[in-house]
């Protein structure tokens, strides 16, 4: 196991959203010194991910030992396919510009957010996949290319860098402090259909769970490794929305046919996916494993905190 668990100055790439939020707090619980690198006024490092010559100017002078890439386009859930291609060029040109600017500033660790489907959407069946399974095929139509080719590219990236320790994190579905709040509203006003198949499970994580892995990336992971991050229940987006809805005390979300979900193709897309990962690889060299074994368990503790 590699250990890196002295403190460290951390470059983060996405430190103002949601999950850039989770895992600054979890870094610098940990005694780790973060810096925030994104467009808004809150971050230490300001600079655009897409704008090399800017990014490369806005590090100039600065040291980190680490530097993680967060970034992320998306302010809502993504429910067409064309929501999701600022983010994918953040996974491909942005990636490749702070793989620059890592080197720039000296950083020997370059840790990336990656995701579940990355693995491919559709039916993957009832077998949990595994580091060792393909990542990045070839998608099915030009549209899903796109995204897989962007996550593909991303790790690559990551992981062919010269000079850098690059490891990736497959996280399952967010949820959670941050996460779970923009499904309330449309919730409570009975506006948020869910396909009424039950067979379809995908894996979820929730917010602070996923910023503990970060940390431990950045403290063991291997170099050149990816480790799959979620909880032990997967779970169907009906279900983990029945769940919200019950916790909350909101009215049950109303159900429609998968098929008529197709003009959101990109949430069509996800609903219309199968699949299951097994985080042991996780567990056993990053020493993690989810507080919440189920997203029912974390909406539990996210309603109580609410209450406080």
Request: proline share 6%.
């Given at each position: 196991?590699?250990?890196?668990?002295?403190?460290?100055?951390?470059?983060?790439?996405?430190?103002?959203?949601?999950?850039?939020?989770?895992?600054?707090?979890?870094?610098?619980?940990?005694?780790?010194?973060?810096?925030?690198?994104?467009?808004?006024?809150?971050?230490?490092?300001?600079?655009?991910?897409?704008?090399?010559?800017?990014?490369?100017?806005?590090?100039?002078?600065?040291?980190?030992?680490?530097?993680?890439?967060?970034?992320?386009?998306?302010?809502?859930?993504?429910?067409?396919?064309?929501?999701?291609?600022?983010?994918?060029?953040?996974?491909?040109?942005?990636?490749?510009?702070?793989?620059?600017?890592?080197?720039?500033?000296?950083?020997?660790?370059?840790?990336?957010?990656?995701?579940?489907?990355?693995?491919?959407?559709?039916?993957?069946?009832?077998?949990?996949?595994?580091?060792?399974?393909?990542?990045?095929?070839?998608?099915?139509?030009?549209?899903?290319?796109?995204?897989?080719?962007?996550?593909?590219?991303?790790?690559?990236?990551?992981?062919?860098?010269?000079?850098l320790e690059g490891i990736a994190l497959r996280f399952g579905l967010f949820y959670g402090p941050g996460g779970t709040d923009a499904l309330l509203p449309p919730l409570r006003g009975r506006r948020l259909p869910v396909p009424g198949d039950r067979a379809r499970v995908l894996p979820w994580v929730e917010l602070t769970d996923a910023a503990r892995a970060?940390?431990?990336?950045?403290?063991?992971?291997?170099?050149?490794?990816?480790?799959?991050?979620?909880?032990?229940?997967?779970?169907?987006?009906?279900?983990?929305?029945?769940?919200?809805?019950?916790?909350?005390?909101?009215?049950?979300?109303?159900?429609?046919?998968?098929?008529?979900?197709?003009?959101?193709?990109?949430?069509?897309?996800?609903?219309?996916?199968?699949?299951?990962?097994?985080?042991?690889?996780?567990?056993?060299?990053?020493?993690?494993?989810?507080?919440?074994?189920?997203?029912g368990e974390g909406l539990a503790a996210l309603r109580s905190a609410s209450h406080r």
């Amino acid at each position: 196991m590699t250990t890196n668990d002295q403190n460290q100055g951390i470059l983060l790439a996405g430190a103002s959203g949601v999950l850039g939020g989770h895992i600054t707090r979890a870094l610098t619980e940990a005694g780790h010194e973060v810096t925030g690198l994104g467009r808004s006024r809150e971050n230490g490092i300001r600079a655009d991910l897409m704008d090399r010559d800017a990014l490369l100017r806005a590090v100039d002078g600065h040291h980190f030992d680490t530097v993680i890439h967060a970034a992320t386009a998306l302010r809502k859930p993504p429910m067409r396919d064309r929501d999701m291609y600022a983010t994918d060029a953040l996974r491909t040109q942005g990636t490749a510009h702070l793989v620059e600017a890592a080197r720039a500033t000296g950083a020997r660790r370059f840790v990336v957010e990656s995701m579940a489907f990355g693995y491919g959407y559709g039916d993957h069946g009832d077998r949990p996949l595994t580091e060792d399974d393909p990542f990045g095929p070839r998608g099915g139509t030009p549209r899903l290319e796109r995204h897989i080719a962007a996550m593909r590219t991303k790790e690559r990236l990551a992981f062919d860098a010269e000079a850098l320790e690059g490891i990736a994190l497959r996280f399952g579905l967010f949820y959670g402090p941050g996460g779970t709040d923009a499904l309330l509203p449309p919730l409570r006003g009975r506006r948020l259909p869910v396909p009424g198949d039950r067979a379809r499970v995908l894996p979820w994580v929730e917010l602070t769970d996923a910023a503990r892995a970060a940390v431990a990336a950045v403290e063991r992971g291997r170099p050149g490794q990816a480790y799959n991050i979620a909880d032990h229940t997967p779970m169907g987006f009906r279900a983990h929305v029945e769940a919200v809805a019950r916790v909350f005390g909101l009215p049950e979300p109303m159900t429609v046919p998968l098929w008529l979900m197709k003009p959101l193709s990109y949430a069509h897309t996800m609903m219309s996916s199968r699949l299951r990962m097994s985080c042991a690889k996780a567990e056993h060299e990053l020493g993690w494993t989810p507080l919440y074994a189920s997203s029912g368990e974390g909406l539990a503790a996210l309603r109580s905190a609410s209450h406080r």
